[in-house]
């Protein structure tokens, strides 16, 4: 609901009352506060903040009395000439009326005298204090009829004269219309402007606005209070010249132009930003400073070109890389092929480690865009505030750190080709609406620049994530998800293609090392069995480090001991319920391995013996018991330890110490 406040004649109270009766405006509460002629203006305007009013519609006259007292948006209810319209068939004689009315609302009331053929005589004053000495002129002069405003109305009564209010009811409907739309764009403007607030509060640059010319703080986002470590109450109101690095200072404090970045100290903070100066019909009101903590930038920079290989855009996988014999990876490579015959955007679904790129890779070797570069980025890996200069790319000198050359941005490079984007959903929802664009109008423009240049690319991008659930969360633009699910291509998790597990572990083994593959062939049987019960929640990227793991630490000389292959492999699946000794799984010399063999019958821990030596003897006592231990737990020593009431380390020092 909207509420309007109306003050004005008791004429007005009683509009309000038949405009409300009638129902005109259903979506309105109109509330009439009073007339300034019968009470006085503070308890008026009282009742008009009370009612937390959107809008007051009053008269031009009641309106210089009351503006001091309620500031919230007004509509001056101002004579037309269709209230005189109105009031035409109230005046018997035209001759004998007089008009008086005040000079600031003087109509200019030629058409409606051509229109009814009369003439009107009006009278204008300047200040309400002439109207009495007007009248009784008026009076001498054989007017018998006065039209006006109240109080003209109520001093001609006074005289004996007849008075009509020129203020209709079709005037107040229509104020109240204008008033309506008033309120209306008055909450779209508090809307927009809670949309700013919300975007700067967590913008990830700090912003501080400041008054001009006297540069106060008055207003910090939240983003700058924490990158300056301090609080609001530490910036609100203060002058910035203690705050800031002098050069910087001067140049803002002169109103010279700030907009290119510089690098300056910040309440002892280094940062990178710039100066924004907010005009007001063309005169500076507001300065605005953007800035980036220095480090930040370094970071960002560091994690790019870590993320992006920029000298080499080439795939290294084809559809032959994916392997698997089960249904669900023949459909899903079928499926791929098919998609790679279009040229339409491919939205990739899978778990982390399910060979999302791979798909893409393999798209694009099988299209007719395989002549051209296969760009690849991962979008959780790089923050908004470069992710635009570097798949859009940049103009020479925009920001500071840019080459005074410019760069290409990965977009642009991957024209004619592909452009994979993985981990999609971790772009911000401004980001999106310009990816949005890019992917529809196929155009770019480079940061700093403002010319489009077009692009031929093909976009393939991936997620672990459920996109149509986060559209519904409000995390994912819903146009943007619309624009990249043409295609929709899912890969299925390891831990539902257990039949492909043979097939990818003998495949790597074979790959890190040819000989314990050829060792081990004959127990793969036996392997399956604690690799198919494995849930592989890694996916083929885990199954891939777990079959490193395992030739790194296979010990060639116990090729005939299966329950030490089977331990070990259970030790590479991370099964906390195996454990093997440490001479199991580290890596000897020859020498070593050959003197292993030599004792493989040997018992762990020898038969003490009695010497004299009440230390020796005693250690020997030590080792008795562990022996007997060791062989209850059956060589698990995470329960051996347990049971002893020591730690693994303890334990396996205990033993090497015997060793040695």
Same mark, same amino acid.
């Given at each position: 609901m909207i509420n309007l406040a109306v003050v004005g004649?008791?004429?007005?109270?009683?509009?309000?009352?038949? +405009?409300?009766?009638?129902?005109?405006?259903?979506?309105?509460?109109?509330?009439?506060?009073?007339?300034?002629?019968?009470?006085?203006?503070?308890?008026?305007?009282?009742?008009?903040?009370?009612?937390?009013?959107?809008?007051?519609?009053?008269?031009?006259?009641?309106? #210089?009395? +009351?503006?001091?007292?309620?500031?919230?948006?007004?509509?001056?209810?101002?004579?037309?000439?269709?209230?005189?319209? $109105?009031?035409?068939?109230?005046?018997?004689?035209?001759?004998?009326?007089?008009?008086?009315?005040?000079?600031?609302?003087?109509?200019? =009331?030629?058409?409606?005298?051509?229109?009814? *053929?009369?003439?009107?005589?009006?009278?204008?004053?300047?200040?309400?204090?002439?109207?009495?000495?007007? =009248?009784?002129?008026?009076?001498?002069q054989g007017y018998h009829t006065i039209v006006g405003v109240q109080f003209v109305v109520q001093m001609a009564e006074s005289l *004996?004269?007849?008075?009509?209010?020129?203020?209709?009811?079709?005037?107040?409907?229509?104020?109240? *219309?204008?008033?309506?739309?008033?309120?209306? $764009? #008055?909450?779209?403007?508090?809307?927009?402007?809670?949309?700013?607030?919300?975007?700067?509060?967590?913008? #990830?640059?700090?912003a501080v606005c400041l008054s001009y010319p006297d540069l106060n703080i008055i207003y910090a986002n939240q983003t700058a209070v924490n990158m300056l470590r301090c609080s609001p109450q530490d910036l609100m109101q203060r002058n910035i010249k203690d705050m800031i690095s002098k050069s910087f200072y001067k140049t803002i404090s002169l109103g010279q132009d700030a907009s290119e970045i510089s690098q300056f100290d910040f309440y002892g903070v280094n940062v990178v930003g710039n100066v924004v100066q907010l005009k007001l019909r063309g005169t500076i009101s507001r300065l605005c400073i953007l800035f980036e903590n220095a480090s930040n930038i370094l970071e960002y920079e560091t994690i790019i070109r870590q993320e992006i290989k920029r000298k080499s855009f080439e795939t290294h996988y084809t559809f032959k890389d994916i392997l698997g014999q089960s249904e669900q990876i023949k459909e899903a490579v079928m499926q791929a092929r098919q998609f790679a015959r279009s040229q339409s955007t491919i939205l990739i679904n899978g778990e982390t480690g399910a060979g999302k790129e791979v798909f893409a890779q393999s798209i694009h070797e099988f299209s007719v865009r395989r002549n051209y570069p296969f760009v690849a980025i991962n979008c959780a890996a790089m923050p908004d505030t470069l992710i635009e200069s570097e798949l859009f790319g940049y103009m020479p000198g925009s920001f500071t750190g840019a080459s005074k050359k410019g760069k290409t941005g990965l977009i642009e490079l991957a024209n004619h080709g592909t452009m994979f984007l993985d981990d999609i959903d971790a772009l911000s929802p401004g980001f999106q609406a310009k990816l949005l664009r890019v992917m529809q109008e196929h155009e770019i423009i480079r940061v700093g620049g403002d010319s489009p240049i077009p692009v031929d690319v093909r976009f393939i991008v991936a997620t672990n994530r459920n996109l149509k659930q986060l559209v519904r969360e409000g995390q994912f633009r819903n146009d943007l998800y619309f624009r990249v699910n043409v295609l929709h291509l899912f890969i299925p998790p390891l831990r539902q293609r257990k039949e492909d597990i043979p097939v990818l572990f003998s495949h790597y083994l074979q790959q890190f090392s040819k000989s314990i593959h050829a060792a081990v062939n004959n127990q793969m049987d036996e392997l399956m069995l604690p690799l198919s019960a494995y849930p592989f929640p890694g996916n083929i990227r885990e199954l891939i480090s777990v079959t490193e793991r395992f030739a790194t630490l296979f010990d060639e000389t116990r090729l005939n001991d299966r329950d030490y292959v089977l331990k070990l492999l259970s030790y590479c699946l991370d099964n906390e319920d195996e454990d093997l000794p440490p001479e199991s799984i580290v890596c000897r010399t020859p020498a070593e391995s050959e003197a292993k063999l030599d004792k493989t019958q040997e018992p762990l821990f020898e038969k003490p013996l009695i010497t004299g030596d009440y230390k020796a003897d005693l250690a020997e006592a030590e080792n008795k018991i562990l022996q007997i231990y060791y062989q209850q737990f059956n060589g698990n020593m995470t329960q051996l330890a347990q049971k002893l009431g020591i730690s693994r380390t303890t334990l396996y020092n205990k033993i090497n110490k015997k060793q040695r």
């Open positions: 004649s008791s004429a007005f109270g009683l509009y309000v009352k038949n +405009i409300t009766a009638l129902q005109l405006f259903p979506d309105v509460i109109l509330n009439y506060c009073g007339d300034t002629l019968a009470e006085s203006i503070p308890v008026i305007a009282q009742r008009v903040l009370e009612a937390n009013n959107q809008v007051l519609l009053i008269g031009p006259n009641d309106y #210089m009395k +009351i503006k001091d007292y309620v500031q919230i948006p007004y509509y001056i209810v101002s004579p037309t000439l269709y209230d005189f319209l $109105n009031i035409h068939e109230s005046i018997s004689d035209y001759s004998r009326t007089a008009i008086v009315i005040r000079r600031a609302h003087n109509l200019d =009331l030629t058409l409606l005298e051509k229109a009814l *053929g009369i003439r009107y005589n009006k009278f204008i004053y300047n200040y309400n204090d002439d109207v009495y000495a007007l =009248l009784c002129q008026l009076k001498e *004996g004269l007849k008075a009509i209010y020129y203020y209709t009811q079709p005037n107040l409907e229509i104020a109240v *219309g204008n008033a309506i739309q008033i309120a209306q $764009n #008055m909450e779209k403007e508090r809307d927009y402007l809670e949309e700013i607030q919300s975007i700067l509060e967590n913008a #990830m640059c700090g």
